[in-house]
């Protein structure tokens, strides 16, 4: 069987080496830059199943190479964890609302990234095949495809997942910490406002009206729910 690879991209070589050796131990091929060009260039090359990804870097910094592997169809789908020393909440959302998967603030336990590593990989593989659908929303879960009205839309692993679990259990209340475990893969402890920032996302790309929401409904007090897509 094929080892998963993991880019990680950190200009501090003490960091990476050490991830490195963690990773490695738990049975992952690693990839490694130290710099933004670099780092895009591994991921164009390489095209790794996740990148650890620092934000502060030489050359295109952590957020630009966010936005540009999001917005490109060949790298949209690969998850991305980002590994900082910015701890303000305003950094944190800024970093999702980009796309970003999971963040995970300096110092940090190497066990608990390679912990986030393998949660993140996990809620990223194709379940048995099966097509999901709310009035004109439709997710495959075989390809890992949302189309809607018969258009196809791009999301990042998580909103899919986090789509994906709304919509096996249509009209189901998530409470907050159902919706995070079953989207982010874990039970993650970081800022309240993680999962909002990604429903937002989700929103904005599957909704008529982002801000009158038909198909992901906030449940005021308990969480979220997908409705049928009913106006």
Known sequence: MLKQRILVVDDDKEVVRLMQAYLERAGFEVLVAYDGDT?????????????????????????????????????????????????????KIVGLEMGADDYVTKPY????????????????????????????????????????????????P??????????????YVFTRSELIRKGLGTDYEGIDRTLDSHIRNLRRKIEPDPKNPTYVQTIYGVGYRLAGGEQ
């Open 109 to 156: 336990n190497p066990r608990e990234v390679v912990a986030r590593v393998r949660a993140r990989l996990r809620s990223h593989e194709p379940a048995h095949p099966a097509l999901l659908q709310a009035g004109e929303l439709a997710l495959d879960v075989g390809r890992r495809e949302v189309m809607v009205n018969g258009r196809v839309i791009d999301l990042t």
């Open 39 to 91: 780092a895009v260039h591994a991921l164009r090359r390489e095209k790794p199943d996740l990148a650890l990804l620092d934000l502060m870097l030489p050359g295109k910094d952590g957020w630009e190479i966010t936005r540009l592997m999001r917005s490109d169809a060949n790298l949209a789908h690969i998850p991305i964890i980002m590994l900082t020393a910015r701890v303000e909440d305003t950094d």
């Open 158 to 171: 998580t909103e899919f997942n986090l789509l994906h679990a709304l919509m096996e259990q249509t009209g």
